[in-house]
Protein backbone atom coordinates (compact mmCIF):
# COMPACT_ATOMS: atom_id res chain seq x y z
CA UNK A 1 0.00 0.00 0.00
CA UNK A 2 1.19 3.64 -0.44
CA UNK A 3 -0.11 4.61 2.73
CA UNK A 4 3.02 3.01 4.05
CA UNK A 5 5.51 4.89 1.89
CA UNK A 6 3.79 8.34 2.95
CA UNK A 7 2.75 9.56 6.03
CA UNK A 8 -0.53 10.96 4.19
CA UNK A 9 -1.90 9.66 1.13
CA UNK A 10 -0.39 12.04 -1.67
CA UNK A 11 -3.67 12.50 -3.08
CA UNK A 12 -4.64 14.79 -0.30
CA UNK A 13 -1.34 16.27 -1.06
CA UNK A 14 -2.31 17.55 -4.49
CA UNK A 15 -6.21 17.85 -3.46
CA UNK A 16 -4.78 20.42 -1.42
CA UNK A 17 -1.88 21.53 -3.24
CA UNK A 18 -3.51 23.24 -6.46
CA UNK A 19 -5.99 25.01 -4.57
CA UNK A 20 -2.75 26.18 -2.19
CA UNK A 21 -0.69 27.27 -5.30
CA UNK A 22 -3.41 28.93 -6.86
CA UNK A 23 -4.76 30.73 -4.08
CA UNK A 24 -1.57 31.48 -3.43
CA UNK A 25 -1.10 32.64 -7.39
CA UNK A 26 -4.18 34.91 -7.54
CA UNK A 27 -4.52 36.44 -3.51
CA UNK A 28 -1.43 36.25 -1.88
CA UNK A 29 0.64 37.34 -4.32
CA UNK A 30 -1.84 40.09 -5.61
CA UNK A 31 -1.68 41.15 -2.09
CA UNK A 32 1.83 40.72 -1.64
CA UNK A 33 2.61 42.85 -4.86
CA UNK A 34 0.43 45.48 -3.32
CA UNK A 35 2.55 45.82 -0.05
CA UNK A 36 5.48 46.19 -2.79
CA UNK A 37 4.23 48.94 -5.27
CA UNK A 38 2.95 50.52 -1.75
CA UNK A 39 7.36 51.62 -1.61
CA UNK A 40 7.26 52.62 -5.21
CA UNK A 41 5.74 55.26 -7.76
CA UNK A 42 4.40 52.84 -9.94
CA UNK A 43 1.02 54.20 -12.09
CA UNK A 44 -0.36 50.65 -12.70
CA UNK A 45 1.67 50.64 -16.12
CA UNK A 46 5.52 52.03 -17.51
CA UNK A 47 8.55 52.45 -15.22
CA UNK A 48 9.04 52.70 -11.45
CA UNK A 49 10.87 53.76 -8.77
CA UNK A 50 11.26 53.40 -5.39
CA UNK A 51 9.93 55.60 -3.18
CA UNK A 52 10.54 54.73 0.49
CA UNK A 53 7.88 55.42 2.88
CA UNK A 54 6.75 58.60 0.52
CA UNK A 55 3.33 57.28 -0.24
CA UNK A 56 2.43 56.44 3.46
CA UNK A 57 3.40 60.40 4.34
CA UNK A 58 1.11 60.81 1.48
CA UNK A 59 -1.77 58.43 3.21
CA UNK A 60 -1.17 60.33 6.57
CA UNK A 61 -0.96 63.89 5.62
CA UNK A 62 -3.42 64.02 2.50
CA UNK A 63 -6.85 66.01 3.52
CA UNK A 64 -8.97 63.66 1.39
CA UNK A 65 -7.22 59.73 2.57
CA UNK A 66 -8.10 61.33 5.94
CA UNK A 67 -11.21 62.66 5.66
CA UNK A 68 -12.57 59.55 3.69
CA UNK A 69 -10.74 57.85 7.50
CA UNK A 70 -12.67 59.89 9.24
CA UNK A 71 -15.81 59.09 7.46
CA UNK A 72 -15.30 55.68 7.45
CA UNK A 73 -14.96 55.36 11.51
CA UNK A 74 -17.69 57.18 12.36
CA UNK A 75 -19.97 55.57 9.72
CA UNK A 76 -18.67 51.88 11.04
CA UNK A 77 -19.33 53.31 14.30
CA UNK A 78 -22.81 54.62 13.98
CA UNK A 79 -24.19 52.09 11.73
CA UNK A 80 -22.99 48.96 13.92
CA UNK A 81 -24.23 50.38 16.53
CA UNK A 82 -27.71 51.30 15.21
CA UNK A 83 -27.48 47.56 13.13
CA UNK A 84 -27.36 46.03 16.69
CA UNK A 85 -29.75 48.09 17.89
CA UNK A 86 -32.65 47.20 15.41
CA UNK A 87 -32.01 43.66 15.21
CA UNK A 88 -32.05 42.86 18.85
CA UNK A 89 -35.33 44.53 18.88
CA UNK A 90 -36.38 42.89 16.06
CA UNK A 91 -35.15 39.14 16.94
CA UNK A 92 -37.18 39.81 20.05
CA UNK A 93 -40.12 40.58 18.68
CA UNK A 94 -39.93 37.90 15.78
CA UNK A 95 -39.08 35.31 18.73
CA UNK A 96 -42.57 36.65 20.95
CA UNK A 97 -45.70 34.75 20.49
CA UNK A 98 -46.76 36.80 17.66
CA UNK A 99 -48.95 35.80 14.90
CA UNK A 100 -47.67 35.17 11.00
CA UNK A 101 -44.21 34.40 12.96
CA UNK A 102 -42.79 32.28 9.91
CA UNK A 103 -44.90 34.95 7.41
CA UNK A 104 -42.91 37.89 9.14
CA UNK A 105 -39.49 36.36 9.24
CA UNK A 106 -39.68 35.97 6.31
CA UNK A 107 -40.25 39.85 5.59
CA UNK A 108 -37.89 40.94 7.66
CA UNK A 109 -35.02 38.86 6.27
CA UNK A 110 -35.87 39.43 2.19
CA UNK A 111 -33.43 42.83 2.39
CA UNK A 112 -30.45 40.16 2.53
CA UNK A 113 -31.21 38.65 -0.71
CA UNK A 114 -31.24 41.89 -2.94
CA UNK A 115 -28.34 42.95 -4.06
CA UNK A 116 -26.74 46.19 -2.37
CA UNK A 117 -26.01 48.07 -5.58
CA UNK A 118 -29.97 48.21 -6.63
CA UNK A 119 -31.14 49.06 -3.31
CA UNK A 120 -28.97 51.90 -2.82
CA UNK A 121 -30.45 52.62 -6.66
CA UNK A 122 -34.04 52.06 -5.26
CA UNK A 123 -33.76 54.50 -1.79
CA UNK A 124 -31.84 57.27 -4.05
CA UNK A 125 -35.29 57.35 -6.04
CA UNK A 126 -36.97 57.89 -2.30
CA UNK A 127 -34.59 60.08 -1.01
CA UNK A 128 -34.65 62.26 -4.53
CA UNK A 129 -38.01 62.12 -5.56
CA UNK A 130 -40.54 60.24 -3.32
CA UNK A 131 -39.67 62.17 0.43
CA UNK A 132 -39.56 65.21 -1.23
CA UNK A 133 -42.59 64.76 -2.85
CA UNK A 134 -44.28 64.36 0.61
CA UNK A 135 -42.34 67.36 2.16
CA UNK A 136 -44.38 69.57 -0.54
CA UNK A 137 -47.35 68.01 0.60
CA UNK A 138 -47.06 69.36 3.77
CA UNK A 139 -45.58 72.08 2.91
CA UNK A 140 -41.88 71.54 4.67
CA UNK A 141 -38.43 72.88 3.06
CA UNK A 142 -36.54 70.72 5.30
CA UNK A 143 -37.90 67.16 3.57
CA UNK A 144 -38.71 68.46 0.24
CA UNK A 145 -34.34 68.94 -0.10
CA UNK A 146 -33.02 65.85 -1.59
CA UNK A 147 -30.93 64.56 1.34
CA UNK A 148 -28.14 62.90 -0.71
CA UNK A 149 -27.58 66.27 -2.09
CA UNK A 150 -26.56 68.16 1.35
CA UNK A 151 -24.43 67.55 4.14
CA UNK A 152 -26.70 65.15 5.84
CA UNK A 153 -25.82 62.15 3.06
CA UNK A 154 -24.18 60.16 5.34
CA UNK A 155 -27.28 59.62 7.56
CA UNK A 156 -29.03 58.48 4.33
CA UNK A 157 -26.59 55.86 3.64
CA UNK A 158 -26.77 54.68 7.18
CA UNK A 159 -29.87 54.42 7.29
CA UNK A 160 -30.20 51.84 3.39
CA UNK A 161 -27.59 50.13 5.57
CA UNK A 162 -29.65 49.29 8.52
CA UNK A 163 -32.41 48.58 5.93
CA UNK A 164 -29.76 46.11 4.26
CA UNK A 165 -27.89 44.63 7.42
CA UNK A 166 -30.54 44.33 10.19
CA UNK A 167 -31.50 41.08 8.10
CA UNK A 168 -28.37 39.05 8.46
CA UNK A 169 -28.01 40.18 12.48
CA UNK A 170 -31.69 39.72 13.21
CA UNK A 171 -31.16 36.16 11.78
CA UNK A 172 -28.33 35.36 13.91
CA UNK A 173 -30.00 36.58 16.97
CA UNK A 174 -32.76 35.11 16.26
CA UNK A 175 -31.23 31.96 16.49
CA UNK A 176 -29.19 32.77 19.39
CA UNK A 177 -32.68 33.24 21.32
CA UNK A 178 -33.83 29.90 20.36
CA UNK A 179 -30.58 28.25 21.67
CA UNK A 180 -31.46 30.15 25.74
CA UNK A 181 -33.47 27.46 27.91
CA UNK A 182 -37.12 28.36 28.53
CA UNK A 183 -36.42 27.05 31.89
CA UNK A 184 -33.85 30.40 32.70
CA UNK A 185 -36.53 32.39 31.71
CA UNK A 186 -39.09 30.68 34.66
CA UNK A 187 -36.01 30.69 37.26
CA UNK A 188 -35.46 34.64 36.23
CA UNK A 189 -39.21 35.01 36.86
CA UNK A 190 -39.57 33.74 40.21
CA UNK A 191 -36.16 36.07 40.93
CA UNK A 192 -38.45 38.72 39.97
CA UNK A 193 -36.43 39.80 36.81
CA UNK A 194 -39.52 40.15 34.15
CA UNK A 195 -39.81 42.40 30.87
CA UNK A 196 -36.84 44.85 30.04
CA UNK A 197 -35.12 44.07 33.59
CA UNK A 198 -35.02 40.27 32.33
CA UNK A 199 -33.37 41.74 29.19
CA UNK A 200 -30.81 43.39 30.32
CA UNK A 201 -30.18 40.79 32.73
CA UNK A 202 -30.60 37.37 31.36
CA UNK A 203 -31.17 37.19 27.60
CA UNK A 204 -28.61 40.19 26.45
CA UNK A 205 -25.84 38.35 28.12
CA UNK A 206 -26.86 34.82 27.26
CA UNK A 207 -27.04 36.18 23.80
CA UNK A 208 -23.07 36.64 24.17
CA UNK A 209 -22.28 34.57 21.33
CA UNK A 210 -24.17 35.81 18.47
CA UNK A 211 -23.51 39.71 19.89
CA UNK A 212 -19.69 38.83 19.29
CA UNK A 213 -20.33 37.29 15.45
CA UNK A 214 -22.63 40.24 14.58
CA UNK A 215 -19.93 43.28 16.31
CA UNK A 216 -17.11 41.65 14.35
CA UNK A 217 -18.54 41.26 10.91
CA UNK A 218 -20.51 43.87 10.92
CA UNK A 219 -17.68 46.31 11.82
CA UNK A 220 -15.39 44.78 9.37
CA UNK A 221 -18.16 45.03 6.61
CA UNK A 222 -18.55 48.52 7.24
CA UNK A 223 -15.35 49.59 7.23
CA UNK A 224 -14.97 48.09 3.69
CA UNK A 225 -18.22 49.99 3.26
CA UNK A 226 -18.60 50.41 -0.80
CA UNK A 227 -21.87 49.73 -2.91
CA UNK A 228 -24.25 51.54 -1.15
CA UNK A 229 -22.07 54.83 -1.51
CA UNK A 230 -21.06 53.95 -5.35
CA UNK A 231 -25.05 54.02 -5.61
CA UNK A 232 -26.41 56.61 -3.87
CA UNK A 233 -23.76 59.25 -3.62
CA UNK A 234 -20.96 57.96 -5.70
CA UNK A 235 -18.98 59.49 -2.76
CA UNK A 236 -20.25 63.15 -3.20
CA UNK A 237 -21.56 65.51 -2.38
CA UNK A 238 -17.83 66.81 -2.98
CA UNK A 239 -16.28 64.19 -1.13
CA UNK A 240 -18.18 64.13 2.13
CA UNK A 241 -19.20 60.43 1.66
CA UNK A 242 -16.30 58.95 -0.06
CA UNK A 243 -15.29 56.28 2.27
CA UNK A 244 -11.59 54.10 2.56
CA UNK A 245 -12.86 51.68 -0.18
CA UNK A 246 -14.45 53.88 -2.39
CA UNK A 247 -11.35 55.96 -2.57
CA UNK A 248 -9.28 53.38 -3.33
CA UNK A 249 -10.79 52.40 -6.27
CA UNK A 250 -11.64 55.64 -7.60
CA UNK A 251 -8.47 57.00 -7.40
CA UNK A 252 -6.73 54.28 -7.80
CA UNK A 253 -7.62 53.35 -10.70
CA UNK A 254 -8.65 56.51 -12.62
CA UNK A 255 -6.24 59.36 -10.91
CA UNK A 256 -3.06 58.31 -11.28
CA UNK A 257 -2.94 57.29 -7.69
CA UNK A 258 -1.83 53.93 -8.38
CA UNK A 259 0.92 53.91 -5.74
CA UNK A 260 -0.41 55.86 -3.08
CA UNK A 261 -3.35 54.15 -2.75
CA UNK A 262 -1.87 50.52 -2.80
CA UNK A 263 0.01 51.84 0.45
CA UNK A 264 -3.81 53.33 1.52
CA UNK A 265 -5.15 49.39 1.20
CA UNK A 266 -2.21 48.14 3.23
CA UNK A 267 -3.21 51.16 6.16
CA UNK A 268 -6.88 49.95 5.85
CA UNK A 269 -5.87 46.03 6.15
CA UNK A 270 -3.64 46.78 9.33
CA UNK A 271 -6.97 48.52 10.88
CA UNK A 272 -9.03 45.99 9.69
CA UNK A 273 -6.63 43.19 11.25
CA UNK A 274 -6.40 45.39 14.60
CA UNK A 275 -9.75 46.08 15.26
CA UNK A 276 -11.06 42.49 14.52
CA UNK A 277 -8.64 40.69 16.59
CA UNK A 278 -9.12 43.11 19.57
CA UNK A 279 -12.55 42.74 19.29
CA UNK A 280 -12.81 39.09 19.20
CA UNK A 281 -10.13 39.48 22.39
CA UNK A 282 -12.44 41.61 24.04
CA UNK A 283 -16.14 40.29 23.09
CA UNK A 284 -14.40 36.02 23.93
CA UNK A 285 -13.26 37.12 27.04
CA UNK A 286 -17.12 39.41 27.93
CA UNK A 287 -18.31 35.37 26.85
CA UNK A 288 -16.35 33.25 29.16
CA UNK A 289 -17.17 35.83 32.14
CA UNK A 290 -20.52 35.92 31.55
CA UNK A 291 -20.91 32.11 30.12
CA UNK B 1 -47.55 33.98 33.60
CA UNK B 2 -48.91 34.48 30.03
CA UNK B 3 -50.40 30.56 29.00
CA UNK B 4 -48.48 29.78 26.02
CA UNK B 5 -51.57 30.06 23.42
CA UNK B 6 -52.12 33.83 23.73
CA UNK B 7 -50.89 35.41 20.93
CA UNK B 8 -48.89 38.88 21.86
CA UNK B 9 -51.01 41.20 19.71
CA UNK B 10 -49.04 44.38 20.32
CA UNK B 11 -45.55 43.35 19.00
CA UNK B 12 -47.47 41.47 16.20
CA UNK B 13 -49.08 45.08 14.91
CA UNK B 14 -46.16 46.72 15.61
CA UNK B 15 -44.01 43.95 13.31
CA UNK B 16 -46.42 43.78 10.70
CA UNK B 17 -46.35 47.69 10.41
CA UNK B 18 -42.46 48.04 10.29
CA UNK B 19 -42.78 45.51 7.47
CA UNK B 20 -45.61 47.26 5.88
CA UNK B 21 -43.99 50.45 5.78
CA UNK B 22 -39.79 49.61 5.51
CA UNK B 23 -39.95 46.38 3.44
CA UNK B 24 -43.42 46.39 1.19
CA UNK B 25 -43.87 50.28 0.62
CA UNK B 26 -40.28 49.96 -1.31
CA UNK B 27 -41.24 47.14 -2.88
CA UNK B 28 -44.60 48.46 -4.08
CA UNK B 29 -43.20 51.62 -5.42
CA UNK B 30 -40.35 49.82 -7.46
CA UNK B 31 -43.17 47.98 -9.11
CA UNK B 32 -45.72 50.81 -9.70
CA UNK B 33 -42.90 52.89 -10.97
CA UNK B 34 -41.97 50.17 -13.17
CA UNK B 35 -45.50 50.21 -14.84
CA UNK B 36 -46.02 53.90 -14.97
CA UNK B 37 -45.50 55.90 -17.86
CA UNK B 38 -44.01 59.75 -17.14
CA UNK B 39 -46.95 61.55 -16.83
CA UNK B 40 -48.44 59.31 -14.16
CA UNK B 41 -45.00 60.39 -12.41
CA UNK B 42 -47.13 63.36 -10.36
CA UNK B 43 -48.09 61.41 -7.37
CA UNK B 44 -45.70 58.68 -6.89
CA UNK B 45 -47.38 55.91 -4.69
CA UNK B 46 -51.23 56.79 -6.67
CA UNK B 47 -52.35 53.46 -7.94
CA UNK B 48 -51.43 53.33 -12.03
CA UNK B 49 -54.49 54.17 -14.31
CA UNK B 50 -52.64 52.35 -17.03
CA UNK B 51 -50.11 49.86 -17.02
CA UNK B 52 -47.17 50.00 -19.06
CA UNK B 53 -45.52 46.66 -19.87
CA UNK B 54 -43.56 48.21 -22.79
CA UNK B 55 -41.12 49.63 -20.16
CA UNK B 56 -40.11 46.11 -19.33
CA UNK B 57 -40.01 45.29 -23.08
CA UNK B 58 -37.31 48.28 -23.46
CA UNK B 59 -35.24 47.37 -20.25
CA UNK B 60 -34.69 44.25 -21.66
CA UNK B 61 -33.58 45.38 -24.80
CA UNK B 62 -31.90 48.40 -23.78
CA UNK B 63 -29.55 46.36 -21.75
CA UNK B 64 -29.51 43.41 -23.18
CA UNK B 65 -30.98 41.09 -20.57
CA UNK B 66 -30.92 37.65 -22.05
CA UNK B 67 -27.15 38.10 -22.17
CA UNK B 68 -26.37 39.47 -18.91
CA UNK B 69 -28.62 36.84 -17.43
CA UNK B 70 -26.82 34.49 -19.58
CA UNK B 71 -23.35 35.52 -18.10
CA UNK B 72 -24.78 36.13 -14.51
CA UNK B 73 -26.33 32.61 -14.29
CA UNK B 74 -22.91 31.24 -16.13
CA UNK B 75 -20.95 32.77 -13.23
CA UNK B 76 -23.15 31.49 -10.41
CA UNK B 77 -23.77 28.01 -11.71
CA UNK B 78 -20.34 27.36 -12.54
CA UNK B 79 -19.30 28.71 -9.44
CA UNK B 80 -21.30 26.73 -7.17
CA UNK B 81 -20.77 23.80 -8.91
CA UNK B 82 -16.81 23.66 -8.90
CA UNK B 83 -16.40 25.19 -5.74
CA UNK B 84 -18.33 22.15 -3.93
CA UNK B 85 -16.33 19.88 -6.01
CA UNK B 86 -12.84 21.79 -5.09
CA UNK B 87 -13.26 23.37 -1.97
CA UNK B 88 -14.83 20.22 0.13
CA UNK B 89 -12.05 17.88 -0.83
CA UNK B 90 -9.56 20.41 -0.07
CA UNK B 91 -11.20 21.20 3.18
CA UNK B 92 -11.65 17.48 3.80
CA UNK B 93 -8.14 16.80 3.47
CA UNK B 94 -7.36 19.42 5.69
CA UNK B 95 -9.06 18.61 8.10
CA UNK B 96 -8.23 14.67 8.30
CA UNK B 97 -4.42 15.67 8.26
CA UNK B 98 -4.21 18.26 10.36
CA UNK B 99 -2.69 16.55 13.29
CA UNK B 100 -0.81 13.92 11.02
CA UNK B 101 1.34 16.51 9.13
CA UNK B 102 2.77 20.33 9.55
CA UNK B 103 1.89 20.53 6.00
CA UNK B 104 -2.14 20.33 6.17
CA UNK B 105 -1.80 22.47 9.52
CA UNK B 106 0.47 25.49 8.07
CA UNK B 107 -2.05 25.85 5.06
CA UNK B 108 -5.27 25.51 7.66
CA UNK B 109 -4.00 28.91 9.43
CA UNK B 110 -2.66 29.96 5.66
CA UNK B 111 -6.35 30.10 4.67
CA UNK B 112 -8.20 31.39 7.48
CA UNK B 113 -5.91 34.04 7.87
CA UNK B 114 -6.71 34.89 4.66
CA UNK B 115 -9.88 35.98 6.07
CA UNK B 116 -8.62 39.24 7.37
CA UNK B 117 -7.40 40.50 4.12
CA UNK B 118 -10.95 42.49 2.62
CA UNK B 119 -11.29 42.57 -1.10
CA UNK B 120 -10.21 46.15 -1.81
CA UNK B 121 -6.63 45.56 0.06
CA UNK B 122 -5.86 43.62 -3.18
CA UNK B 123 -8.13 44.76 -5.56
CA UNK B 124 -6.03 47.43 -7.47
CA UNK B 125 -2.76 44.62 -8.09
CA UNK B 126 -5.36 42.31 -8.61
CA UNK B 127 -6.57 44.29 -12.14
CA UNK B 128 -3.20 44.65 -13.32
CA UNK B 129 -3.00 40.82 -12.79
CA UNK B 130 -5.75 39.94 -14.08
CA UNK B 131 -5.21 41.84 -17.72
CA UNK B 132 -2.14 39.88 -17.61
CA UNK B 133 -3.45 36.78 -16.89
CA UNK B 134 -6.76 37.73 -19.30
CA UNK B 135 -9.05 36.99 -17.01
CA UNK B 136 -11.35 40.31 -17.44
CA UNK B 137 -14.39 37.61 -18.68
CA UNK B 138 -16.60 35.43 -17.05
CA UNK B 139 -14.99 32.63 -17.23
CA UNK B 140 -11.90 34.22 -15.61
CA UNK B 141 -14.21 36.02 -12.65
CA UNK B 142 -15.55 32.37 -12.16
CA UNK B 143 -12.35 31.13 -11.90
CA UNK B 144 -11.47 33.70 -9.05
CA UNK B 145 -14.79 33.17 -7.01
CA UNK B 146 -13.62 29.47 -6.66
CA UNK B 147 -10.52 30.37 -5.20
CA UNK B 148 -11.37 33.81 -3.26
CA UNK B 149 -14.08 31.27 -1.89
CA UNK B 150 -11.52 28.92 0.05
CA UNK B 151 -11.11 30.76 2.98
CA UNK B 152 -14.43 30.91 4.08
CA UNK B 153 -15.56 27.53 2.93
CA UNK B 154 -12.37 25.85 4.40
CA UNK B 155 -13.51 27.19 7.79
CA UNK B 156 -17.39 26.22 7.27
CA UNK B 157 -16.09 23.21 6.00
CA UNK B 158 -13.61 21.96 8.60
CA UNK B 159 -15.85 22.81 11.08
CA UNK B 160 -18.03 20.41 9.86
CA UNK B 161 -15.75 17.60 9.47
CA UNK B 162 -14.18 18.18 12.44
CA UNK B 163 -17.67 16.37 13.51
CA UNK B 164 -17.70 12.99 11.61
CA UNK B 165 -15.89 10.35 13.31
CA UNK B 166 -12.76 9.52 11.58
CA UNK B 167 -13.67 6.02 12.41
CA UNK B 168 -16.13 5.99 9.35
CA UNK B 169 -13.23 6.70 6.47
CA UNK B 170 -11.15 4.08 8.57
CA UNK B 171 -13.86 1.43 8.23
CA UNK B 172 -14.45 2.64 4.15
CA UNK B 173 -10.39 2.19 4.28
CA UNK B 174 -10.03 -1.43 5.38
CA UNK B 175 -12.80 -1.99 2.76
CA UNK B 176 -10.31 -0.94 0.38
CA UNK B 177 -11.55 2.04 -0.86
CA UNK B 178 -8.92 5.01 -2.31
CA UNK B 179 -9.23 8.47 -0.41
CA UNK B 180 -11.53 10.39 -3.36
CA UNK B 181 -13.62 7.22 -2.50
CA UNK B 182 -14.07 7.40 0.59
CA UNK B 183 -14.45 11.37 0.57
CA UNK B 184 -17.05 10.88 -1.95
CA UNK B 185 -18.99 7.55 -1.40
CA UNK B 186 -18.69 8.37 2.77
CA UNK B 187 -18.13 11.78 3.53
CA UNK B 188 -19.64 13.77 1.30
CA UNK B 189 -23.28 12.10 1.26
CA UNK B 190 -22.68 13.34 5.13
CA UNK B 191 -21.90 17.12 4.48
CA UNK B 192 -24.92 17.11 2.83
CA UNK B 193 -26.47 20.28 5.64
CA UNK B 194 -23.00 21.97 5.28
CA UNK B 195 -22.47 21.74 1.47
CA UNK B 196 -26.38 23.61 1.05
CA UNK B 197 -24.85 25.81 3.43
CA UNK B 198 -21.56 26.77 1.54
CA UNK B 199 -24.03 26.74 -1.98
CA UNK B 200 -26.61 29.23 -0.13
CA UNK B 201 -23.40 31.63 0.24
CA UNK B 202 -21.64 30.88 -3.03
CA UNK B 203 -24.71 31.44 -5.10
CA UNK B 204 -25.67 34.84 -2.84
CA UNK B 205 -22.23 36.38 -3.04
CA UNK B 206 -21.65 35.94 -7.01
CA UNK B 207 -25.20 36.52 -8.01
CA UNK B 208 -25.36 39.82 -6.16
CA UNK B 209 -21.55 40.89 -6.23
CA UNK B 210 -20.93 44.01 -7.98
CA UNK B 211 -17.37 45.00 -7.05
CA UNK B 212 -15.88 42.23 -8.81
CA UNK B 213 -17.35 42.52 -11.79
CA UNK B 214 -17.11 46.28 -11.76
CA UNK B 215 -12.78 46.26 -12.17
CA UNK B 216 -13.00 42.85 -14.35
CA UNK B 217 -15.48 42.91 -16.83
CA UNK B 218 -15.44 46.20 -18.79
CA UNK B 219 -16.64 44.39 -22.14
CA UNK B 220 -20.31 44.84 -22.45
CA UNK B 221 -20.50 41.39 -23.47
CA UNK B 222 -19.48 40.08 -20.53
CA UNK B 223 -21.32 42.23 -17.69
CA UNK B 224 -23.86 41.04 -15.26
CA UNK B 225 -27.04 41.90 -14.15
CA UNK B 226 -25.89 44.00 -11.33
CA UNK B 227 -23.02 45.82 -13.08
CA UNK B 228 -25.13 46.74 -16.07
CA UNK B 229 -27.80 48.27 -13.76
CA UNK B 230 -24.75 50.62 -12.88
CA UNK B 231 -23.54 51.02 -16.61
CA UNK B 232 -26.56 52.12 -17.61
CA UNK B 233 -27.72 54.13 -15.09
CA UNK B 234 -26.54 57.26 -16.82
CA UNK B 235 -28.81 56.24 -19.57
CA UNK B 236 -31.86 55.32 -17.58
CA UNK B 237 -31.27 59.33 -16.31
CA UNK B 238 -34.53 60.67 -15.37
CA UNK B 239 -36.58 57.54 -16.91
CA UNK B 240 -37.15 56.62 -13.97
CA UNK B 241 -40.20 54.29 -15.44
CA UNK B 242 -37.61 52.57 -17.72
CA UNK B 243 -34.58 51.71 -14.75
CA UNK B 244 -37.55 50.70 -12.31
CA UNK B 245 -38.66 48.01 -15.28
CA UNK B 246 -35.20 47.32 -15.22
CA UNK B 247 -34.37 46.88 -11.53
CA UNK B 248 -37.45 44.79 -11.35
CA UNK B 249 -35.99 42.18 -13.65
CA UNK B 250 -32.97 41.90 -11.98
CA UNK B 251 -35.10 41.34 -8.50
CA UNK B 252 -37.51 38.99 -10.04
CA UNK B 253 -35.03 36.10 -9.68
CA UNK B 254 -33.90 35.96 -7.17
CA UNK B 255 -37.33 37.18 -5.31
CA UNK B 256 -38.72 33.39 -6.84
CA UNK B 257 -35.82 31.77 -5.27
CA UNK B 258 -36.60 32.93 -2.40
CA UNK B 259 -40.58 32.29 -2.37
CA UNK B 260 -39.66 28.65 -2.74
CA UNK B 261 -36.40 28.25 -0.84
CA UNK B 262 -37.10 30.59 2.13
CA UNK B 263 -36.52 28.38 4.92
CA UNK B 264 -33.55 26.44 3.17
CA UNK B 265 -31.82 29.62 2.76
CA UNK B 266 -32.57 31.29 6.17
CA UNK B 267 -30.99 28.03 8.26
CA UNK B 268 -28.01 28.08 6.11
CA UNK B 269 -26.73 31.40 6.85
CA UNK B 270 -27.00 30.67 10.32
CA UNK B 271 -25.45 27.53 9.78
CA UNK B 272 -22.82 29.25 8.29
CA UNK B 273 -22.15 32.25 10.49
CA UNK B 274 -22.79 30.00 13.63
CA UNK B 275 -20.03 27.64 13.17
Redesign the interface.
Known sequence: MKAKHWKVNPVYYIGVGIMAILFFTFHTVPFLKGVFYSFTDWKGFGDWNFVGLKNYGVVFSNKDILSAYFFTFKFALVSTILVNIVSLFLACGLSANVRFKSFLRGVYFLPYMLGMLIVGFVFNFIFGNLIPELGRAVKSDALSTNILGSSHAFWAIVFVTIWAGCAFDTLIYMAGLQAIDKEIYEAAALDGAIGWKRFIRVTFPLLAPSFTINMVLSVKSYLMVYDQIMAMTGGGPGKSTTSIAVMIYKQGLGHGQFAVQTANAVVLFIVVVVISVFQLRVLEKREEKVG | ??S?K????P??V???AG?AV???L?LY??LV?AVKDTSQMQ???SFPKSIHLENFVNAWEMTDYPRKFFNTAFITIVNVIATLL??S??A???S??RR??K??SV?YY??IS?L??????????????ANTFHLDNIVGITF?YV??G?PMNTFIYCGAIRQIPEALDEAAMIDGA???QVFWYVIFPVLKPTTATVAILSV?WT??D??MP??LLSDQDQQTL?LS??VF?GQFSTN?NL??AS?TL??IP??V??LFA?KK??NG??AG??K
Open positions: MKRKYNEVTILLAFIFPMTVHILTNFAYAIRNKSFFLYFAFIPFHVIMLPLVVQLIFMSPLMWNFTLIQQYQYAFYVLILIYQIMVVAV
